[in-house]
């Protein structure tokens, strides 16, 4: 019989109770960083308010836009963004701001001016066409606003406000 004693270091149970723990604290703590530098979770980027757990945001803009009788088609294709308006009467001569928001890093949202060119507005921008866009078009203002979706490897898309007429 051999009793000679063993160190607790060469156990390999030793290090399964030890190991493991410090594992798990190690990926929880790995997640909440992961958690805390993603941001809100809000999808909108429209200012809103909060009360008692509700989120409310102003429509007013969606509101004129459908009142105009505004709509838009809104065309993308070897880096120009044009945006020919279909119905209602768009203001002649001013210049329109178009918003196209990432579906998932705001730091890639792109924001472009477009400047008035006969019936059109056009401006040059490079938009990546691997992903969709949330796409928001409004006056400099910002008294009106229409909103689209410019789905992924497609070069247009219709613009309209987002309230209906049973709104």
Do not use: C
Request: charge should be neutral; avoid cysteine.
């Amino acid at each position: 019989m051999n009793n000679r004693k063993q160190s607790v270091w060469g156990i390999p149970v030793f290090w399964l109770v030890i190991g493991l723990p410090l594992l798990s604290i190690v990926a929880g703590v790995g997640l909440v960083v992961i958690a805390i530098r993603a941001g809100g979770a809000d999808v909108v980027s429209d200012p809103v308010q909060r009360k008692s757990q509700i989120q409310t945001t102003d429509l007013s803009p969606h509101q004129v836009a459908r009142n105009m009788g505004l709509s838009a088609l809104l065309r993308v294709h070897d880096g120009v963004v044009e945006v020919r308006p279909v119905t209602g009467k768009f203001p002649k001569g001013t210049v329109l701001r178009l918003a196209l928001e990432h579906p998932i890093q705001q730091s890639e949202d792109l924001h472009v001016d477009l400047q008035p060119q006969g019936d059109v507005w056009r401006s040059t921008a490079g938009v990546d066409q691997a992903h969709d866009w949330r796409v928001q078009l409004e006056d400099a203002e910002g008294h009106w606003r229409l909103q689209g979706r410019l789905p992924k490897q497609q070069y247009a898309a219709r613009l309209a406000p987002s309230l209906d007429a049973g709104h």
